[in-house]
């Protein structure tokens, strides 16, 4: 099970690293929504790992909260760049 | 006792976090923030803090970053007033104008805002009264190609610094005034 | 028998992690990489969190919230980002 979440970890590096070197912002944005994904199903396994629940729901919900995040986030920075 | 994949994780914060402070464009830090985030949500919920995971998420990843973009969009913004065209006189030099002063400003991630006013005399007034931060008229035409000459008249500074040192438009003058009566606003 | 499988499905979700987010790594247009990302990453978080809900069944009712939150959300999120950064595009393209 650990070599499994080292696996992970270093699948969440591969978009950290690109926000980091790409200067476009819709790439930073793609990056952003890999990497919400990847952190609450990482928080999940782990809940299962330990048989926590508590931390699943926070799992669940940070899952679901991320996306609308960038929802609206994606909405702000198209009306930044129209105007 | 403690994990090795723990480890992993923590280090993954101050990653982040350097990141977000090398940035130089804000939009592109408020991205960055968001991501910082999701990494420290993980590495709360990883060290066991379920509920301060849980309003990183809300507040760092959603409100926070939500309401800063707002807040930077409206304050790194340049007023500039310029007279009221009228609709028939279709004047294609002031947009060719507008869109090389947006060029220049927008390097200093600043946005252009036009704002119009019917006359001369209250486009002054509005200046002295720093509803704007500049004004741009024509003063009159040159004498050798009959384009148009552009009085630009700055309040602020930094902005005068700034568009004196890139700003390279034909038959240009700019010019940097302190307005009277200094009450405390901006 | 059922250990084996969770393991499977954990692992081929992995596998489909990478396979979608390598190519965020390279100078493809956004829309090529949101295809990717949006296809192969949901995929594999969905095949992980079946994983998990083969390894422990008791608390089911949270993974398939997690299972459904995946499958609407990223599904909307796609269309959402797809719209906003290509509009974008287009405006660029008539200045």
């Not at chain 1, 499994?4 to 200067?23: C, N, R």
């Not at chain 2, 036009?114 to 040159?142: F, M, W």
């Amino acid at each position: 099970m650990d070599s499994i979440l080292i696996a992970m970890i270093l699948a969440l590096l591969i978009p950290i690293y690109e926000a980091w070197q790409d200067d476009d912002i819709w790439q930073k944005m793609l990056a952003f929504a890999s990497i919400a994904t990847k952190t609450s199903i990482m928080m999940l396994v782990i809940s299962v790992l330990r048989d926590d629940w508590s931390i699943g729901v926070v799992a669940v919900i940070t899952l679901s909260v991320g996306e609308a995040g960038l929802m609206l986030l994606a909405h702000l920075i198209k009306r930044l760049n129209e105007a | 006792m403690i994990d090795n994949y723990v480890y992993v994780i923590v280090a993954l914060l101050p990653l982040s976090a350097l990141m977000l402070v090398t940035q130089t464009n804000p939009y592109n830090a408020l991205v960055i923030r968001a991501i910082l985030g999701a990494v420290a949500a993980l590495v709360y919920s990883v060290l066991g803090g379920a509920d301060v995971a849980l309003t990183e998420a809300l507040v760092g990843t959603m409100l926070a970053v939500t309401l800063y973009v707002i807040a930077v969009r409206s304050s790194l913004v340049m007023r500039l007033g310029i007279l009221a065209q009228k609709p028939d006189l279709t004047e294609d030099y002031i947009t060719e104008f507008i869109a090389s002063l947006r060029k220049v400003i927008k390097k200093h991630h600043l946005r252009l805002e036009l704002v119009e006013y019917p006359d001369r005399d209250s486009l002054k007034q509005a200046l002295l009264n720093r509803e704007i931060h500049g004004i741009c008229d024509r003063s009159g035409t040159s004498n050798i190609d009959n384009n148009p000459v552009y009085q630009t008249t700055i309040r602020v500074h930094r902005l005068f610094e700034i568009l004196q040192k890139e700003f390279t438009y034909p038959d240009l003058k700019i010019s940097y005034i302190t307005p009277p009566n200094s009450e405390d606003k901006h | 028998m059922i250990d084996t499988l969770s393991y499977g499905l954990i692992i081929v979700g992995i596998i489909f992690w990478f396979w979608g987010t390598l190519p965020l790594i390279g100078n493809r247009s956004v829309l090529f990489k949101l295809h990717s990302l949006s296809v192969s990453d949901t995929l594999g978080s969905m095949a992980i969190v079946v994983g998990l809900l083969l390894k422990i069944p008791n608390e089911w009712s949270l993974l398939v919230l997690a299972i459904m939150t995946l499958a609407i959300w990223n599904t909307v999120l796609g269309y959402v980002l797809a719209y906003c950064s290509s509009s974008n595009e287009k405006i660029i393209n008539k200045k």
